[in-house]
């Protein structure tokens, strides 16, 4: 009976051995899971990592392949520019510093004063007779058409501030309106006949 109690004991005991055996092989085996899990997904990561930085690093690459195309047109753009320039007649370059791009065609402009000058001197000298005679002033026809010169400059500059592409749109009818208007000429009482020739209407304000 002793050596029964004995046995019963050494079982349990032994039973209690196996299981916290087996709990620590459990255990074990859950650490080394883990661990593998743990390591995989470090591996991932590092994975993960390492193609975020190539593709940061192909995002940098090709900025730096558009700068230096940007660089290289631009450069060959000057290199274009000044072999134009070298090009160019005398006559251009000139033009190109005294008119400069959307701004007031100063060559034009100075003929204008030019030959307006011209007509006031040829006007002065045939008019003075017919002024000094009539008005008693000889210069009676040089101060209106000074007067008239100011006007017209006044509404060359305005009209010179005008976009004309506005009035694209209006061509068609203007065209009309010119026609008409050689047609009318051409009609007894509407258009003024003089020395044989029609070339202007009978406005009675003008």
Known sequence: MARSAYSGGTRRVRGTQNRASENLRKRTSDR??????????????????????????????????????????????????????????????LRKKIVREGDIDYTMLFLIIIIVAIGLIVMLSASAPDGSSEYGDPYYYFKRQIIFIAIGFVGMFIISRINLDNFLHLIPKAFIICVILLILVLIPGIGVEANGARRWLNIPFV
């Open 32 to 93: 080394h899971r883990i661990s593998n899990n743990t390591k995989h997904a470090m591996d991932v990561s590092t994975a993960a990592r390492r193609r975020t930085g190539t593709a940061q690093n192909a995002g940098v690459d090709e900025r730096r392949i558009r700068e230096l195309n940007k660089k290289r047109t631009l450069r060959q753009k000057e290199n274009n520019a000044a072999a134009a320039r070298a090009n160019e007649s005398v006559f251009r370059k």
